[in-house]
């Protein structure tokens, strides 16, 4: 019996067997596949490098940034909010390796990036940073797919949408 995925893995480091071998991202494709989660390095750890290239933060640096300075931070979306009450808002969260950003994207940001917007997996947004007391989000202008950066890996991360 073959083990695979992230409990073979668990199963084969508490017996001390060997891990299975591979490429790191294809090892975290396949976990998020099979189980949607992995005990490998977060997804986005993979391409931390090139989002530095494009000047993207990590979610816990954000705690650093001054309120209202312009920055840029990515990550998988881990769920998209459209409530009644919010005038047309939508209210994205998004994981890194780091932990979660809050996103707010107003009505017409979400019209000129709609297709990003409504169905992509790995954004990187820019836009203002605001804090009210602990509570930190950005307030976003523009919204991008970086999932090509996973070099044809598809992470099969799925959000929760409420829209």
């Avoid at 990515?74 to 808002?89: D, E, K, N, Y």
């Avoid at 940001?109 to 990003?116: L, N, P, T, W």
């Avoid at 409504?118 to 940073?129: D, E, N, P, T």
Wanted: hydrophobic share 45%; with cysteine; glycine share 10%.
């Amino acid at each position: 019996m073959a083990l695979r995925g992230v409990f073979g893995r668990l199963w084969l480091a508490l017996s001390g067997g060997a891990a299975r071998s591979g490429p790191p991202l294809g090892a975290v494709v396949q976990d998020y596949a099979t189980v949607g989660l992995t005990l490998e390095k977060h997804p986005v750890a993979h391409v931390r490098p090139a989002l530095e290239t494009l000047g993207a933060r990590t979610a816990a640096s954000l705690r650093e940034v001054a309120d209202g300075k312009t920055i840029r931070v990515a990550g998988l979306v881990i769920c998209r909010q459209r409530p009644q009450t919010a005038s047309g808002i939508v209210f994205f969260t998004v994981e890194d390796e780091t932990g979660t950003a809050n996103l707010i994207v107003r009505p017409q940001v979400f019209e000129k990036f709609r297709r990003i917007a409504r169905g992509a997996r790995f954004i990187l947004a820019s836009g203002k940073l605001e804090r009210e007391g602990e509570v930190t989000h950005l307030l976003v202008q523009r919204l991008q797919d970086v999932a090509p950066l996973f070099r044809g890996e598809e992470v099969a991360a799925r959000s929760r949408d409420f829209h």
